[in-house]
């Protein structure tokens, strides 16, 4: 009888957590989750953006060296139905080829998006055109002269 009575003892004892407690802190964590996600998808495309506006500038200056390097004119061709991007030399011969996302649009401003280099360096033509990524939009600019050109968002 003695060892019994422990029990029921020792079960009132314990304290343990009610449904309602319990449900408030998976709810509180279920909150703190998703909004974790959603910076965190925000952040991967912001990366994204950059990654892609990065990698086509850093592609036309390799036209530009090439060009220089080798005399020759170099050709940039954005293919926007393909979502890619090519670069041939004078001969035509393809020097690179490189996708991007579904989710960038070239739309064309006061240029198609064609940039020429001459053999030394200089771009052919001056002109805008814009790249529009989810929400944003950013103005590809090629200046005349020494080749120079730059990405702004707008």
Known sequence: MQVQHHKKYILRQAKGFTLLEMLIVLMI???LTSLTLTVFQSVVETKRTEFFLEQFERDLLYAQ???INHNCAV???IQSEKHAYFIRDCNYNKLLERGYSNDI???VGTMQPIITYKNNG?????GS???LIRKDRYKFVQLLGKGRFYVKKV
């Open 65 to 67: 060296s090439y060009a």
């Open 75 to 77: 050709y940039t061709y």
């Open 29 to 31: 964590v279920s909150v």
């Open 122 to 126: 200089n771009a052919v033509k001056s």
């Open 105 to 107: 649009i070239v739309e």
């Open 129 to 131: 055109f814009y790249f």
